[in-house]
């Protein structure tokens, strides 16, 4: 570092150069892949709750998540797929220490236990619950008409097929305000082995990834963002962080 330059920026760049650093270095890439790939037998993404709601997440997604949501500062953030409410929550706190935002989710089926303590929940005030396909023409209009003229950030976590994925994206990734993000979890099925799931309709050919490389292909105004993906190392959303230019 220069002694006339910002400690800041000098903070950035050297975290720079530690991202580039781990893109070229394919040791930890398949050390990284190998813990994810033996994770996975441990159910490890279902060891996890924010303020109390289960959060079926891997923790280095998350802290992504944080560091996209303090850059973006979105007005509203999408997702869909609730489940038992934790990633809600955990946008919806962020919010909350932000003083700014707040969340809709969609589930095709929202559990009456978890809608009781999601809405019992004092990040609650912050969320809104929509119960419906995520991909079903009155749930799209509802959302489009709650995100006309915010900021907005997507996030999909539901039905992890291509078809849904892509009809999913047809949908929402034209809400994603530019500079923000449509972050698409479960991209790493086309990177595991084939039969991971075989009580699951997705599997390698048929998920997440196949859907985003068919958008991206249509969508120049999208862009993976390579960096977070490498800065995190273990994700299970790698090709998954597309920012809108
Ligand atoms: C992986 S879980 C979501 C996890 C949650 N985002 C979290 O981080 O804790 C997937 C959810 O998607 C929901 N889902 C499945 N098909 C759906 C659809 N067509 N539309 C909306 N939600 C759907 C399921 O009911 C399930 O609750």
């Not at 892509?166 to 991209?187: K, Q």
């Amino acid at each position: 570092m220069h002694e006339d330059q910002d400690p800041e920026a000098a903070f950035r760049e050297s975290v720079a150069r530690n991202v580039d650093g781990l893109k070229q270095d394919p040791s930890m890439r398949r050390q990284s892949d190998e813990w994810l790939l033996n994770s996975l037998p441990h159910r490890y993404s279902y060891n996890f709750r924010w303020m109390g709601r289960p959060l079926i997440q891997y923790p280095q997604d998350m802290l992504a998540m944080q560091e996209i949501l303090w850059d973006v500062r979105p007005d509203l953030i999408v997702e869909t797929g609730i489940a038992h409410g934790g990633s809600l929550v955990y946008y919806a706190s962020l919010c909350e220490l932000m003083g700014h935002g707040e969340v809709v989710g969609i589930d095709i089926d929202i559990r009456a236990h978890n809608r009781a303590a999601i809405e019992a929940h004092p990040m609650f005030r912050r969320i809104t619950l929509v119960e419906g396909s995520s991909t079903a023409a009155d749930v799209v209009a509802q959302v489009q008409r709650m995100a006309a003229g915010k900021k907005v950030l997507v996030v999909l976590d539901s039905n992890h097929t291509h078809d849904h994925v892509r009809d999913e994206l047809a949908a929402y990734a034209p809400l994603v305000s530019p500079g923000s993000y449509c972050v698409v979890f479960d991209t790493v099925i086309e990177d595991l082995p084939r039969g991971l799931y075989p009580d699951r309709p997705w599997d390698v050919g048929n998920n997440p990834k196949t859907a985003v490389r068919e958008f991206l292909a249509a969508h120049p105004e999208f862009v993976v963002d390579t960096d977070i993906e490498a800065k995190i190392q273990i994700t299970v959303a790698p090709g998954g962080y597309l920012r809108r230019l």
